[in-house]
């Protein structure tokens, strides 16, 4: 596992540290994987045979076939290629989505305006209404249905797989906050994922799109999930698939660990005074825990347990390049301000989430003494 | 009459800071409006309301254009 150098790092929602089997298959296919992979010559099949070594191990990992696989250059191009293809191939243009989507579908949405989109609301936990969005997804000029497998900011599981949509309407699932860390929905067209999420390397997006679906590329370029974003980074695609699978191989034992240091976190926060914490207790991804302390500002609570030694992340306005708190939280009726997002490393000792626990008791404290409240 | 707290220019949680000392200020019944610029306070507001027991009543906007959050004391 990796060694202590990430401790107090605790953001791994944004992006896990690079995972002991994709660095050093990494180094490995950068002095083999240099050649393009449409070519015929030596140097060309041998990249061929790592990135479809690559396509095959991501395909299992995932509930997919090699030829259904194809890597994009980030996730958010994975999730915009998935989410627009399924709806270019389609007459209509509209896309029913839950509130709480990743930004990155919600920009593919936005990106041409349309009566026909329609965003479903969620409950206070965060999951969304199915009926709601069953009943959206039969109106005239929905051309696909965009619902994620668990929601990246609060954790709470999406109930992708019970959703009832009539034949012709596609599914794009957002699985990235899911990959590695839970079971996957099986019903989608197509969907995304981000390598860097489950201990790839960053600049490796997976998008898995269904043969039995119709998916057109949105952008320029040829069809086809070969080449996605022009040339394929072949190593770092063979690092994020060999990443996937040593996750996938513990992923149970670190899921038991993680949900009782979770917990742990849970008890802490739930005990300060006027805090509340957001996201489904139960039915939520294992590594990921959501608070929002009344009467803090989320830059503040940020820094001040940066200083200590602690990053996470904060769906607050303070924190954002705008002035609009996240999305996800306003959706659920919950407090925007004082809001800590917590994502443990597969490799966070119980030791280091006492260290956190005590650390954020004693920041909200401080904080809350300065303002006299 | 409406109690009123001017909170625009104030980023969050200022608006709600206010809120949480002016509401002791009224009677039980009576509503209070916050006046705030900030974003946040649009969900905040609520928010705050439901967690401490009192009552959203919901938003008006002020002469200049400024949303005004109104909530009801109740306890």
Known sequence: ?373 | MTAEIDCRGRVCPGPIIELAKALPGIAVGDVLAVVADDPAARHDVPAWCRMRGQEYVGEETADDGVPRYVVRRLS
């Open chain 1, 1 to 373: 596992m990796n060694v202590t150098s990430a401790r107090g790092y605790l953001d791994t929602a944004s992006a896990e540290p690079l995972h002991p089997a994709a660095r050093e298959t990494l180094l490995a296919a950068l002095d083999r994987g240099y050649a393009d992979p449409r070519r015929l010559h030596r140097a060309g099949r041998d990249a061929r045979l790592l990135l479809d070594n690559a396509r095959a191990v991501v395909a299992e990992c995932i509930g997919a076939r090699a030829d259904e696989i194809g890597f994009a250059a980030s996730g958010t191009d994975a999730v915009h290629r998935g989410l627009l293809g399924l709806a270019r191939a389609r007459s209509g243009e509209g896309v029913v989505h839950s509130a709480v989507e990743h930004s990155a579908v919600l920009q593919a949405v936005g990106w041409q305006d349309s009566p026909a989109h329609q965003s479903v609301p969620v409950d206070a936990a965060g999951r969304v209404d199915l009926a709601a969005m069953a009943d959206a997804a039969r109106r005239p000029g929905v051309a696909v249905v965009a619902l994620q497998a668990a929601n990246q900011e609060v954790g709470t599981v999406q109930p992708v797989d019970a959703l009832d949509l009539p034949d012709d309407v596609p599914l794009f699932v957002d699985a990235a906050a899911s990959v590695g860390r839970l079971p996957l929905p099986t019903r989608w067209s197509a969907l995304a994922a981000s390598a860097h999420k489950w201990g790839g390397p960053g600049g490796v997006g997976v998008l898995a799109v269904r043969r039995s679906a119709r998916w057109t590329t949105p952008f320029p370029g040829d069809d086809g999930l070969d080449q996605l974003s022009g040339s394929t980074w072949v190593p770092g695609a063979l690092a994020a698939a060999a990443a996937l699978q040593a996750v996938l191989a513990e992923r149970d034992e670190t899921a038991a660990r993680q949900h009782a240091q979770v917990d742990r976190i849970r008890a802490c926060a739930g005990a300060l005074p006027d805090t509340e914490v957001v996201g489904d207790p139960v039915d939520r991804l294992p590594h990921l825990i959501t608070f929002s302390c009344l009467y803090v500002s989320g830059d503040e609570l940020v820094a001040g347990l940066d200083r200590r030694g602690f990053g996470v992340a904060s769906g607050s306005a303070c924190t954002a390049s705008t002035l609009e708190p996240s999305h996800v939280l306003a959706a659920m009726g919950a407090l925007t301000h004082g809001n800590v997002r917590v994502s443990l490393r597969a490799d966070t000792t119980d030791d280091e989430v006492e260290g956190f626990c005590a650390a954020l008791t004693a920041v909200v404290t401080d904080i809350r003494a300065g303002i006299g409240t």
